[in-house]
């Protein structure tokens, strides 16, 4: 015959089933997370987060690429039309509005700094006065930024980003 | 399993064997069972797709012992397995061509599935089993094809992992944990490569899940009708074993006519380019197994008020409501006794009306939230409809309200079958092209079909259709009209 469990001491034995098995449950999520953990970026690829640029020899109206976390950066060396036609735009007419002030540094307005990655779904958008708004166009899927980087047309959802970064000296920058 | 009696052991090797362990379920699983006499030539494409996966498996273990998967060596590898390493270029083809055939052939797999009603009840868990098959198949594919990191490689993985960032608060953080990086990288391919190895393995067990849920019922049949008796019946073993080898035989007459005649044809010459995350290709396009699914995910270039996903739900509860109306069920007795029971009602007349004030309740707070002026965004929204049109094939056992399975018996569901398959031929070729002017606007029409032939389509054809006169017999229907 099985154990009879009418005995008072099927509760006691509940008790422990249910301890052993909560206890079991805990040990096995506090292993599941450095197995998830370890997929995150790990400690070399983080220290390789900034980058230094010299930018003295980026004409007026030029534009470059350089590498950042992997990804590319755009550094402009914009007009003064760039500058103008990206402030006359009213800031209902955008989608993510924000003021050309506010994607730039006081007084570095020629600057205009900004991660070259698409913020529908990760392409490298053409530069030099590309797509409608002379600024720039991903081929992707058709997305138009303006002289500021701004979205104005197609499916992304956002600007450009602008990424942390400061002027170490007038003609250096440091991103990251 | 232990036995009560115990086991005679027979003669010979087999006897041996068998006595120790037992050899029957292996046979009666590729073998040894009695099938539907009628089975038709669409019903050689599940042994196809067995065959098929047998093909990447045993060129992809020999590719892998001469791949590097690094982001420094692993084009270069490639390009080595081509040039240098013996019928390396015959196994990449192999390799490269196979998962194009392999998809070919699941996917008209599938259609014969749609067709013949061979998701209907009792086979729902072996439909289920084949569309986890599917995705585990597009997810070893998709990451397959970032192993060799040429240009296409490298920006299809950008975009396809970039699909996860557009879910709110969660979205950056699982993209960053996907790419074990900010960028696809090497930690990208390398992951990526792990799982390319491992998957296959997975739709092997899988797949023996799938033969042992069909070997429960059996095949379903072009009649559609259940087997009655030994008439109905003919052996597996020589009859379709025989069948599918000559299935066999053509399938690679044509897998071999493009592994050596037009290898490179359904590739990109993109992804010859080695990867380069400065710049982007100017027409990215995924591997054309992926592009039906891909014009779904770039239809929706607005984005969609919570109103208008509110609507068809207030519009579907007034119908219920309309419904139990007409029945007499919408008395005041029963609106008290379905608001103060606090548990679905089941199929009864207080139950329905749980159903319209369940329906109604649901679709005015979806109006509310988007009259405040909330919005799924474009981007979200195509996501959703993309994954969307994967999940909604496990609901297929529930959307087709038809008793009749096959699609031979439903005058008016043929229609709509081959309008289905059409349309989302049309929606593959649309996925190939621009995503802009008309290409958007077809991609959204063949996107409202795709869905509508599931969610409204389906449901309703069971509930009016008028069937054909089913026979009496698979016999019966077989010999009928012979000598």
Redesign the interface.
Known sequence: MSADHSVPDGERRDFIILTAQAMGALGAAAVAWPF?DS????AD?LAM?STEVDISAIAEGQEI?V?W????VFIRHRTAADIEASKAVPLSELRDPQTDDARVQKGKEQWLIMVGVCT?????PLGNMAGEYKGWF?????SHYDTAGRIRK????TNLLVPQYVFTSDTNVRIG | MAHDTPREQKPGIYGWLDYRIPLQPAQNLLYDFPAPRNLNYWWNFGSIAGICLVVQILTGILLTMHYNPSAAGAFNSVEHIMRDVNYGWLLRYMHAVGASMFFTVVFIHIFRGLYYGSYKAPRELLWWLGVIILILMMATAFMGYVLPWGQMSF?GA??I???F?AFPIVGEPIV??????????N?TLN?FFALHYLLPFAIVGVVLLHLIALHTHGSNNPTGIDVKGPKDRIPFHPYYTVKDFFGFGVFFIVFAAFIFFAPNYLGHADNYIEAN????P???VPEWYFLPFYAIL?A??FNIPFWALGLPVLAYAGWLKLKAIRSGEFTFGNIIDAMTTFKCAGDNAVGRIQKVMFAGGAGAVLVLIGLIGFVI???LA?VLAMFGALIILFFLPWLDTSKVRSGNYRPLFRWFFWLFVLNALMLGWLGSK???GIYVVFSLIGTAYYFGYFLVILPLLGKYEKPLKLPESISVAVTKGSH
């Open positions: 998830v997929l995150n970026p790990s690829v987060a690429k590498m976390r992997g990804k590319p529908h779904l990760g392409c490298v991903c081929p992707c899927h058709g197609g499916p992304a959802p | 920006w950008t975009v992992t970039n699909l960032s960053t944990w996907l790419w074990g990086g900010f960028s696809v990288d930690p992951r995350p400065l710049v982007t100017s027409h990215i770039r929706f270039v965004e474009a981007k195509g621009p995503a802009e």
